[in-house]
């Protein structure tokens, strides 16, 4: 099955859970990814099936925008439990340090601003 990547989303909907990891696992997908130090998107990071990294996950490279070499958020279009909308929160709030590390797991810093009612 070949799926544009645009409409994957979409698609998976349509599909129980195992066809939805047998998708996934066989896929070679494109992973976005963000700078933590100024939140812009940098260049897709091709991940070979099986090789995929947890959304969310930290990578050095190159920023486009920065001109230097930043951590960037890896974020897989179609995983909901980590999307753009977290990664704007920890911008947002602070949650990166300046070389790029979490100051907070994600988990704890997004309890955190529940907890101090922020959202
Ligand atoms: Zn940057």
Redesign the pocket.
Known sequence: MNLELSSLPLQLMLLNKSQKEGIIMSQNLISEMY?T??G?RGINIPRRSGHYRKAGHLKKLY?I??KKE?NHVEIHPFFTHYNYEDFKLEIKYNNFNKDGERKEPYKIFKNNLRKRGVI
């Open positions: 700078c130090n100024c812009n920023c925008h920065c930043c």
